[in-house]
């Protein structure tokens, strides 16, 4: 799992530091398919194109954006289980609902996040020692909210990468004054910037094909 997701990880990497290759090699076929175009397809695009590619572009999402996107059914705001259940109900829950992570609330509190279960503790804080998931409350394995990071749905997508990234988890809550509104996955992350790069890719083409 944690290869996965270091691969997953490097792969975005790699495809952000090369965004401005992919858009040089864009321009690069308009000057081979019509040279004479060159100076008024790029005296358009140095003038108007980066302020509409900006406002629209991948630099601009937001959490809220990708939450919306899954939509309330699948943003995770009503996946959560509580300190006192046990860790088998919890990975069970997870197993049913195929996500990787659930948000823990202490119980009584549903808003009130008390810290967050994932794969990974379950791997390395019951597999690998030898307890029993059985026997074990989610209480005693998860990660607990003084040590947790999370967003708010203001935070850029960009940020909330850099963040998964930089601390190495998958999963991340996201929260505003009111409570817990659901959880964004590494997956949600390349998901919403890789669609955002060839979203931007597609309006550059338009713009230097005169769709602009």
């Not at 040089?24 to 308009?30: E, I, P, S, T």
């Not at 980066?50 to 954006?65: C, V, W, Y």
């Not at 289980?81 to 992570?101: E, F, H, I, L």
């Amino acid at each position: 799992m944690y290869f996965e997701t270091a691969k997953m990880q490097g792969a975005l990497r790699s495809f952000l530091s090369n965004g401005s290759v992919i858009k040089n090699a864009v321009l690069q076929r308009v000057r081979v398919v019509n040279p004479l175009l060159q100076p008024a397809a790029f005296s358009r695009f140095e003038s108007v194109t980066p302020a509409r590619i900006e406002e629209h572009g991948f630099e601009s999402t937001t959490i809220s954006d990708i939450l919306q996107g899954k939509g309330k059914g699948a943003d995770g705001s009503w996946l959560w289980c509580t300190t006192d259940d046990t860790v088998y109900d919890a990975v069970k829950s997870m197993t049913q609902n195929n996500v990787g992570a659930l948000v823990v609330v202490k119980p009584g509190e549903e808003k009130s996040i008390a810290g967050i279960i994932t794969e990974r503790d379950y791997l390395r804080k019951i597999i690998v020692q030898g307890r029993s998931s059985k026997s074990t409350k989610v209480g005693d394995i998860m990660t607990e909210e003084n040590k947790l990071i999370t967003v708010t749905p203001d935070t850029k997508v960009l940020r909330a990468m850099q963040l998964m990234t930089d601390n190495r988890i998958r999963h991340i809550p996201v929260i505003n004054d009111k409570g817990m509104l659901g959880m964004v996955s590494i997956g949600d992350v390349v998901r919403a910037v890789v669609g955002e790069h060839r979203q931007e890719l597609d309006r550059l083409n338009a713009y230097i094909q005169g769709g602009y």
